[in-house]
């Protein structure tokens, strides 16, 4: 592949709708739009990092704008390069039936905030509504998901849109932990990323639906040593949240006043 290009199922899901594209079979296609791109992988594989590198294709190939849900406005302001500036916004996953453009969206860290286990939260019910209807707001959208095990989403939002997965270094010891219906596919990652690269290879990932290993070509800007400061506020953007928004994330619950409290 070209350095400045993807697998075809995950170039069909980032473009606009309608773009012309190489597909699987070598052949002009026209790209989709909408659907979901998974990025699965253990903690500091690297999944963050490509998915900001799929976000600059976004950027640099279309004019969809960009999501990060709920990131930290330091991070917006301080950390995303020059070339994104106007193109890049931070507002919640709940927002968007309020979008009335067909954004690429990245939710990072999927499980702590669409937790499966958690069924009465908001966010769980609002994946399985958004599941079916992503090709119709605001002409279609795209979500880009990381998460370290898909059995930590619900598994709704992946029955009724467009998929590519892509697999980066799992640990074997947790692969047991995942849906049954996703460890052959995770397995299959893992063999195939062995091949080419030991240990963590992080260079590479694997995309299922293509059956392609292929390199993670970092923008230069994603580089530490050019600028480690806004290296970590896209790479950590948890870390730059307030405390409040921290415990909002893990679920703490805060005291409630009680009727009558002289400190209410």
């Known amino acids: 592949m070209k350095r400045n290009s993807f697998p075809p199922s995950i170039t069909n899901l980032l473009l606009e709708e309608g773009q012309r594209f190489e597909n699987i ?10 659907g979901i791109v998974a990025i699965i992988g253990t903690a500091r594989s690297g999944k963050t990092s490509l998915a900001y590198t799929m976000l600059d294709y976004v950027v640099k190939y279309t004019r969809r704008p960009i999501i990060l849900d709920s990131f930290p406005q330091r991070v917006i302001e301080e950390g995303v390069p020059e070339h994104w500036r106007g193109r890049v916004s931070n507002e919640p996953f709940e927002n968007i039936a309020s979008i009335e453009e067909p954004a690429v969206w990245l939710v990072d860290d999927t499980a702590s905030n669409f937790n499966s286990r958690d069924a009465m939260a908001s966010k769980s019910k609002l994946l399985a509504r958004v599941a079916g209807v992503l090709s119709h707001f605001a002409g279609g959208m795209t979500v880009i998901f990381t998460t370290q095990m898909l059995s930590g989403v619900d598994i709704s939002f992946f029955r009724y849109t467009n998929l590519a997965t892509v697999i980066r270094y799992v640990d074997r010891e ?12 995770v397995r299959e990652g893992q063999y195939q990323l062995r091949a080419v690269s030991k240990p963590l290879h992080r260079e590479y990932y694997y995309s299922s639906k293509d059956d392609i290993v292929a390199e993670a070509l970092f923008p230069k800007w994603l580089d530490k040593k050019n600028d480690p ?17 921290k415990e909002a994330i893990i679920g703490k619950k805060t005291n409630k006043k009680k009727k009558g409290d002289p400190n209410e």
């Open 25 to 34: 079979y070598g052949n002009m296609a026209e790209a989709l739009g909408s």
């Open 174 to 185: 947790l692969i047991a932990h995942e849906r049954p219906e996703w460890q052959g596919l």
């Open 229 to 245: 400061i806004k290296a970590d506020l896209l790479s950590r953007p948890m870390r730059y949240h307030s405390v409040e928004d």
